[in-house]
């Protein structure tokens, strides 16, 4: 059996692709005849290069890999699916001797999903495929969701930053604040992955850890981290806040002229009336003559007080 075509299931043209990547002949055969009678689309690959072109054109849905090929082994062939954009997501089950404990070790550390051991036993594969095309449609569904309601957050592996996936909105916001270019899901932007590695440090000594804040002009890109159960996977969740907006929903809230909403707004972050008339170019004097105006209209005495509401008001619109 050669790498080339590809074997629909009769009258089933919508069924699961399933690419099995194997040097041995024989065992193609078999594998290919078994996921065929079950209905499965099968793409077959018998060696590494071959198997991650073949990834690429055909978009699988799952793949059974041969962990050891001359060449350009199964390892290699998995580390390259998650290096790419469009691959990454793709589940991979390993196929390697029962034996090999080394070989499963391996498997896992360049990205596997899971492991079959040989001799393969066909009805194990063609449970663990079930159970793992399941699992895949489940966070796809998850995915479309979010993306469905405009949504901005991304999945992302802790130990190397990695990208797993991303929301339409997720992705715009990290093009624009950082450069990114291209459609697919980018690499991870310096500044985030160091964040990554510094929070799972602080959540596996059982501390909490600030969001990351990202400034572009008047705007800001927060990001906020929370691990899933087992920690392999995080799903983070983006936040843009913009001064201009913020000021405008100020001034919205608590009828304020435009000068006293961006007073308000400054000092919600903490800022002094220096520092205030020196963003606004005016004197600390005027900054105080405002802030007079602005205790008036939201029936407080102190900054403490007038920062508190406006914020505990501005998370409420939100």
């Known amino acids: 059996m050669n790498a080339g075509p590809m074997t629909l299931a009769p009258g089933n043209r919508a069924s699961h692709v399933v690419l099995i990547v194997d040097d041995a002949p024989e065992n193609l055969a078999v594998l290919h005849d078994a996921l065929d009678e079950s209905g499965y689309t099968v793409l077959v690959a018998n060696h590494g290069a071959a198997a991650v072109a ?71 594969v063609l449970a663990r495929i079930g159970a793992h095309l399941q699992t895949s ?107 201009a907006a913020q000021v405008q929903a100020l001034m919205a809230l608590f009828k304020l002229t435009l000068r006293e909403g961006e007073v308000l707004h400054w000092l919600t972050k903490g800022k002094t009336n220096r520092d205030i008339g020196d963003i606004l170019g005016t004197s600390p004097r005027t900054v105080n003559k405002h802030l007079e105006h602005i205790f008036a209209k939201l029936a407080v005495e102190t900054r403490t007080a007038a920062a ?8 409420r619109a939100d």
């Open 308 to 315: 508190a509401l406006a914020m505990q008001r501005l998370r």
């Open 54 to 124: 073949r990834a690429n054109d055909m978009a699988p849905d799952i793949i059974l890999l041969d962990a050891v090929m001359p060449g350009m082994d199964g390892f290699e062939v998995c580390r390259r699916l998650r290096a790419g954009i469009a691959t990454r997501h793709i589940p991979v089950l390993f196929m390697t001797g029962l034996t090999d404990t080394e070989h499963v070790l391996a498997a896992f550390a360049a990205g596997g999903t899971d492991y079959v051991t040989k001799p393969v036993r066909q009805s194990e």
């Open 137 to 243: 449609a489940l966070m796809r569904q998850a995915r479309s969701a979010l993306d469905a309601f405009g949504n901005a957050a991304l999945a992302v592996t802790p130990h190397d930053g990695r990208i797993v996936w991303q929301t339409p909105l997720a992705r715009q916001w990290l093009q624009r604040y950082f450069d990114l270019d291209g459609p697919g899901v980018p690499e991870t932007p310096p500044v985030l992955a160091q964040w990554l590695a510094a929070a799972g440090d602080a959540q596996r000594a059982g501390r909490s850890h600030a969001p990351l804040t990202v400034q572009r002009g008047q705007e800001r890109l927060i990001f906020t981290a929370t691990e899933s159960s087992d920690g392999d996977q995080w799903m983070v969740v983006l936040r843009e806040e913009s001064d």
